[in-house]
Each structure stands twice: as structure tokens, then as C-alpha cells.
């Protein structure tokens, strides 16, 4: 099963996909203005090349585990996301997970994940492998 994760930001979207056996988490090339035609069109594109199975959508929760309004931004994000897989008849599921310390995570990286990736690839990936993680 293919993992693509995304780290949403309404300037950029940090990428990563997984790889077949989903052990692996790696940073692919951040998308600009994710939330915009343009944006989703190189996401469903992307979604389609890799043959995705699964988007993890990163859930930037407060500290508290509380919505912010970046949360809220989020699931919106994901909602409109999957709307349109839906209309391409893309059959891929999308799912939120907690984001909470990836980017730090990513500002300091010395875990293996691609240094030369952008921080918000970086942050995707590591939300990636948390989620992989989970699943074992």
C-alpha cells in the first residue's frame, strides 16, 4: 500500500510518499498554495502517478489536543481533498492524523530523513513514518 502524507500550509504543502512495503518515509517536492485550483490539481496528479492508496492529512492540533483555526483549516483541506478524489472516481482514502511536533521535528532533523528535502517535506515525512508506525 502507497502512503502519500501532507503537511498543509495555505502557502506551501510538505510531501512524502511511503514505499510499497510502507516501512520507508520519503519527502517529494512541496506544493505551492495547496488549498488553490492550480495546488489540487498537482496533488490529484500526484495521487494518481504514485497510485496512492491512502493520504494522511496532518491535523495541526494545540498542544492541549484542541482545534485551532489552523486546524480547522486542515480538515477543511482534507474534506475538499477527498471531494475531488471522489469525482475522479479516485478510489483513495484520506485520513487526519495529529501532526503535533513534526515541524520541530523537521527544523532539527538528525533522524534520516533526507536533510536536502524542504523543511516542509521534511515535516510530511515525519508524519509519514509516525503514522506507518502506528499501524504496525
Do not use: N
Not at 2 to 23: N, Q
Not at 41 to 60: M, N, Q, S, T, Y
Amino acid at each position: 500500500m502507497r502512503v502519500l502524507a501532507l503537511d498543509y500550509g495555505s502557502a506551501r504543502c510538505g510531501v512524502a510518499i511511503s514505499d510499497p512495503t510502507g516501512v520507508l518515509a520519503t519527502p517529494l517536492e512541496a506544493v505551492s498554495k495547496p488549498g488553490s485550483r492550480q495546488g489540487q490539481g498537482k496533488l490529484l496528479a500526484l495521487i494518481a502517478e504514485l497510485d496512492v492508496d491512502r493520504v494522511v492529512v496532518g491535523l495541526p492540533l494545540s498542544l492541549s489536543g484542541e482545534d485551532s483555526d489552523q486546524t480547522r483549516e486542515a480538515r477543511e483541506f482534507a474534506a475538499v481533498l477527498e471531494k475531488r478524489l471522489r469525482h475522479r472516481r479516485l478510489d483513495v482514502i484520506v485520513e487526519l492524523y495529529d501532526e503535533r511536533f513534526t515541524t520541530r521535528l523537521a527544523q532539527r532533523d538528525g533522524s534520516g530523513v533526507s536533510v536536502r528535502a524542504d523543511e516542509d517535506s521534511r515535516a510530511a515525512a515525519h508524519l509519514l513514518s509516525g503514522w506507518l508506525d502506528s499501524q504496525r
